[in-house]
């Protein structure tokens, strides 16, 4: 792996902790019964698991990803901040991280 381009603590902490990691969780997740990864945990993803299902090509997801980040932006954020609201209506822990 090339990491020539990247200082060289940034490079050790890849090598010596994230790769030995990754290949063990990695490992564990293929190897298990029932692998957590097959299961949709955030029911916020669950519109895009819809269009999915619903394209066998996957371009329905793909395109309605792509608007919503690039050509409707202000209106993908304003619904996350309504969601951050909603979330903190009812005590719960945000998903979101807040922007800068």
Partial sequence: MDLS????????IFREIYLPYSKKQTVKVITAKEPPLRH???RLYMPMTALKHADPTGQLP???FYKMIFKHDNVFNATLCV?????R????????????
């Fill in 62 to 64: 793909l395109d309605t």
């Fill in 5 to 12: 381009g990247t200082d060289e603590e940034t490079a050790k």
């Fill in 83 to 87: 969601l951050r609201m909603l979330q």
């Fill in 89 to 100: 209506r009812a005590g719960k822990k945000s998903l979101f991280k807040q922007g800068p």
């Fill in 40 to 42: 949709q945990t955030n």
